[in-house]
């Protein structure tokens, strides 16, 4: 089975400050995707990459920017966190079709 | 743009069957999943349906899809305490591999 392994599971932030969020899959996946979860909002898609060092914005990108140096590496970074940044983030990974395979999720609270 | 829309909450009764619906506005769609998320968990993925189809069985599932109506649903028969957790309906726009579009969720409280 794949597996989609998020470095955090709770991370405890200042406003301000710069956050790295670290995904890891190792199934040799070419999609990676960043989402945030909020409740009643559901998913919603930050950024995406389809290949190393390439990314595509999502529907809400703003404040955010990411990595994609190796295949099985995608990281979110916060550049300086805000309180409305306080969220669960989901990183998944995917083959160019078939279903996304999700991590355990970053709860992040920034302070 | 796509827009997925669910009910937000479900209550069942242990050993009755659940059905949880789905409506999408994307004619492009692909593929339609069913993901699974209990507390302080990631999201499993359950099943998925290509929209050329009508209906998936797997074991205690079943997905339903109306094309015209844009519709989707799941059924889970048998439904145990083991099955409460929030059910997310998801569209894979033809254009977009593997870029889903979810949505809000619907908590599913299975009561003995």
């Known amino acids: 089975d794949v597996k989609v392994t998020q470095s955090s599971r709770y991370l405890v932030k200042r406003t301000g400050e710069k956050v790295f969020l670290e995904c890891v899959q190792d199934m040799d996946h070419e999609n990676m995707f960043w989402y945030r979860q909020d409740p009643g909002l559901g998913l919603r898609l930050i950024y995406f990459s389809y290949d190393v060092k390439m990314k595509e914005k999502g529907d809400i990108p703003e404040g955010y920017s990411v990595s994609r140096e190796k295949k099985e590496r995608f990281s979110l970074i916060l550049e300086s966190a805000s309180t409305n940044q306080t969220s669960m983030y989901l990183c998944?990974?995917?083959?160019?079709?078939?279903?996304?395979?999700f991590g355990s999720g970053t709860r992040l609270t920034v302070v | 743009g796509e827009d997925v829309e669910q009910s937000l909450f479900l209550s069942v009764r242990e050993g009755d069957s659940s059905v949880i619906n789905c409506t999408y506005t994307?004619?492009?769609?692909?593929?339609l999943y069913w993901y699974k998320q209990e507390p302080g968990a990631g999201l499993q993925l359950l099943t998925y349906?290509?929209?050329?189809?009508d209906m998936k069985q797997d074991q205690r599932l079943t997905v339903l899809l109306n094309k015209k109506d844009k519709h989707l649903s799941l059924r889970i028969a048998d439904t145990q305490t083991g099955d409460s957790a929030i059910y997310f309906c998801a569209e894979s726009a033809i254009t977009s591999w593997g870029k889903l579009q979810f949505g809000a969720g619907t908590q599913v409280v299975v009561t003995p």
């Open positions: 349906i290509f929209s050329n189809m």
């Open positions: 994307d004619s492009s769609s692909t593929y």
């Open positions: 998944a990974s995917s083959l160019i079709t078939g279903g996304n395979t």
